[in-house]
């Protein structure tokens, strides 16, 4: 049965900035939701079967409460809330525009964007180590690197320490031409960039300068104990076993871990299993310890992600079905 419901906006200025531009998130809505959506004044008018109107309407009285905090609708946001409606969790998405996690070198303030996004970056503050694991453009390295800026800007930690394995290069680094951090730069770029993005280039190069910012390949993190530092290790789906029982061996007093990967990303060899993924399993549940799963649906990188991810997810689920029936 189709019905007709309404939201209001409290002025012209919030129901431009709720619809987009050229009513592009309006749009997004009614396309999503196979709802036909018109405006009258300072009203929203949606009609269209009763379940997906109901949806449409929870959608745009929460973004509206975003807009009227001051935040700015993308699609991505309203893809966000339209999985949330679906779900009845409509108004958890008006959670996310009170804290900042923190603010780049040219004052943006860095706030979650996903359910998933809060419950990680709050894990990384209630616990020693985190294990955030999950599909590509879920911001899992990027807010990382965030709190480890804000930690040392607080005084909570001395030094940030990024590492990655270089699994490509495989023993072949030696081989390579130039000095180590030639030879490993092209692993490392996506921490650089984040660190740039918060500090800025000239703040970033003093840091470096003097040493209270290491980034470093795994394999160089062997024999040390860390202290009074947050470190990160991304692209933890490429550690094997052993190199992850190493890297977490190292943490020292003071310090703070954090552990990011995609497990569905692994370029280990043949027959070797993850670290991330077995380390995970077999220390979920540890004291001060904590695993944060995020989804598809904390994508945001851009809503064609989304569908990307899931599309491969998708035939990954195909496969294992066939597998164990071949089994």
Not at 34 to 48: H, K, W, Y
Not at 241 to 255: A, H, I, N, P, V
Request: hydrophobic share 40%.
């Amino acid at each position: 049965m189709d019905i007709e419901r309404r939201v209001t906006a409290g002025n012209i200025e919030e129901l431009s900035r709720l619809l987009g531009t050229f009513d592009e998130n309006l749009n997004s809505i009614s396309r999503e939701l196979q709802v036909f959506c018109r405006v009258e004044g300072l009203d929203l008018i949606i009609s269209g079967a009763d379940e997906n109107v109901h949806i449409a309407r929870e959608v745009l009285k929460n973004l509206l409460i975003l807009v009227e905090n001051g935040e700015r609708i993308d699609g991505g946001r309203v893809v966000y809330c339209i999985e949330l409606a679906r779900e009845g969790r409509a108004s958890d998405i008006t959670k996310l525009s009170s804290d900042t996690v923190g603010v780049t070198f040219r004052g943006k303030p860095v706030k979650c964007k996903t359910v998933g996004q809060k419950a990680y970056v709050d894990a990384i503050k209630r616990n020693t180590v985190v294990f955030g694991v999950g599909p590509a453009g879920t911001g899992k390295t990027y807010l990382a690197v965030c709190l480890a800026v804000q930690a040392m800007k607080q005084k909570q930690a001395e030094k940030i320490i990024l590492t990655r394995p270089a699994v490509e290069a495989g023993e072949k680094l030696g081989f390579l031409p130039g000095d180590l951090q030639t030879k490993v730069d092209p692993y490392l770029r996506p921490l650089y960039d984040a660190l740039q993005e918060m500090l800025g280039v000239e703040s970033y190069t003093k840091l470096m300068e003097r040493g209270a910012i290491e980034i470093a390949p795994l394999a160089y993190m062997r024999g040390r104990t860390l202290s009074n530092a947050f470190i990160i290790l991304d692209e933890a789906q490429n550690t094997t076993k052993e190199q992850m029982k190493m890297f977490l061996t190292r943490l020292g007093d003071g310090s703070k871990m954090v552990i990011t990967g995609d497990v569905s990303q692994i370029d280990l060899p043949e027959g070797k299993q993850s670290g991330l993924k077995h380390a995970t399993k077999l220390l979920n549940g540890v004291e001060g310890i904590s695993v944060v799963n995020l989804t598809d649906k904390d994508v945001v990188r851009n809503t064609l992600v989304m569908r990307i991810v899931r599309a491969y997810d998708k035939e990954n689920v195909g496969r294992d079905k066939i597998e164990r029936k071949t089994d």
